[in-house]
């Protein structure tokens, strides 16, 4: 299993401009992803975290509004850039030990981020 | 993308009853996991069945997958306060990404 630490837990900002969310994982993964829940939805992956080069995006999500780092393989970042009161989410961090396709996917306790 | 289909969208339950909720995907998969959320907060993994697989048992709760009818199930026995959550399946094919139902939302009556 993988124990999956972010920051800040929640936070409130003014349309315009930026956070920044860590992920720590408590081990080496070779996959980590990021996922978006709207109020009252279900989840939404944003996009894969590759180690060593640029995260792979879903339909929907661009890189100018939401960079993400991935400097080693226990960490990564997910900025949401220029945010308007749409972007009002729960963002959470996911990894996966191992890359077998059998491997469960683990979550971290999520991002509440609510944009005035 | 959305893959699965959750129903019921909600339920309420006393008590010690059990509570079956159940999941429907569209495409072929590897596998489904059935997570757990409460109140909004991280998701809590409960139990992953392999598509080989038809039933899995963990605790209290048994998962039953179904490929020919692309469906899962999940059942709580001897339901318990604490276990009012959401509850999610998420399938997975050959690209290592989850695909989200729209979770059911259980309240357990004490």
């Known amino acids: 299993s993988a124990v999956i630490s972010q920051k800040p837990s929640r936070d409130i900002c003014q349309r315009g401009t930026s956070l920044t969310i860590q992920c720590q994982v408590d081990?080496?993964?070779?996959?980590m992803f990021w996922y978006r829940q709207q109020p009252g939805q279900s989840l939404t992956l944003i996009a894969t975290a590759n180690q060593g080069s640029e995260a792979t995006y879903e339909s929907g999500f661009v890189i100018d509004k939401f960079p993400i780092s991935r400097p080693n393989l226990t960490f990564s970042t997910l900025t949401v850039s220029n945010m308007s009161p749409e972007d009002s989410s729960i963002y959470l961090c996911?990894?996966?030990?191992?890359?077998?396709?059998?491997?469960?996917?683990?979550f971290g306790p999520g991002t509440r981020l609510t944009v005035l | 993308s959305q893959q699965g289909e959750e129903d019921p969208q909600a339920l309420s339950i006393q008590e010690g009853e059990n509570a079956t909720m159940n999941c429907s995907y569209k495409t072929s998969i590897n596998n489904l996991q059935w997570y757990r959320q409460n109140s909004g907060r991280g998701l809590v993994h409960l139990i992953l069945i392999r598509s080989n697989e038809r039933e899995k048992h963990s605790g209290r709760l048994r998962v039953t997958l179904d490929t020919s009818k692309k469906s899962s199930s999940l059942l709580i026995t001897a339901s318990r306060a604490a276990d009012t959550a959401s509850y999610f399946c998420?399938?997975?094919?050959?690209?290592?990404?989850?695909?989200f139902g729209a979770g059911t939302t259980v309240t357990v009556r004490a």
């Open positions: 081990s080496q993964v070779t996959m």
């Open positions: 998420a399938t997975r094919s050959n690209d290592y990404k989850l695909s």
């Open positions: 996911s990894a996966q030990p191992g890359q077998g396709i059998y491997n469960e996917q683990f």
